[in-house]
């Protein structure tokens, strides 16, 4: 663990990458005080190569960078597990592409990780692929109309319908279909940029 402590502490010597990072530290436990410090990065439509110029992201990294800054400085700080990579699409196109698109956003911010630290630090990677649970989450916080179909369709319907051993319907063309398709050209609009993405997740203690 002090050698990935030591590997964040280098990272800020070396040359600052330009990607779009946001930065949160939270507490997941108030017994045993467990905090995170998360990276997430945005992609464009069908991409997975990290932009340095797409959504704010030099003033993501500023942020980043001055709270890492903080946190290898202290030296009672402690990594409390693997790091880990998460990511995403958002569902537009096919969902076997979704997936793979998904993968390739998680192997570019692992690489990012390694590029910057040690190499030899595990690290933990969850391909989401279609984050339907992430759509009906930013759906709760949003004031779409219709919000509330479109939450109760993700939550009740399943992924595939399936009638004599083939595909006849499912989650994807249900909702493509809710209101005409009015409330997925919204989503596309408003909500389905924030799915694509990946975020890269340390936990520490002190």
Not at 181 to 203: C, H, K, N, S, V
Request: aromatic share 6%.
């Amino acid at each position: 663990m002090k050698g990935l402590i030591a590997c964040l502490g280098a990272c800020l010597l070396a040359h600052l990458p330009s990607i779009a990072i946001s930065m949160t530290v939270l507490s997941r436990d108030s017994l045993h005080p467990t905090h995170q410090v998360a990276l997430q990065v945005f992609f464009k439509t069908g991409h997975s190569i990290i932009d340095p110029h797409f959504r704010a992201n030099q003033t993501r990294i500023h942020q980043f960078f001055t709270t890492l800054h903080h946190l290898t400085d202290e030296a009672q700080v402690n990594i409390d597990s693997v790091v880990l990579v998460s990511s995403s699409a958002s569902p537009e196109g096919t969902t076997s592409s979704n997936a793979l698109l998904s993968g390739r956003r998680a192997a570019a911010m692992e690489a990012l990780f390694r590029k910057n630290c040690a190499s030899d630090v595990a690290v933990r990677v969850v391909n989401k692929g279609e984050d339907w649970e992430a759509l009906a989450s930013l759906l709760r916080s949003s004031r779409l109309d219709g919000r509330e179909e479109a939450i109760a369709l993700i939550e009740d319907t399943p992924r595939w319908i399936v009638a004599n051993g083939q595909i006849v319907g499912g989650r994807k063309k249900a909702m493509m279909e809710l209101r005409g398709g009015w409330l997925w050209q919204e989503m596309d609009r408003q909500l389905f940029p924030l799915l694509r993405q990946a975020t890269l997740t340390i936990y520490y203690s002190h």
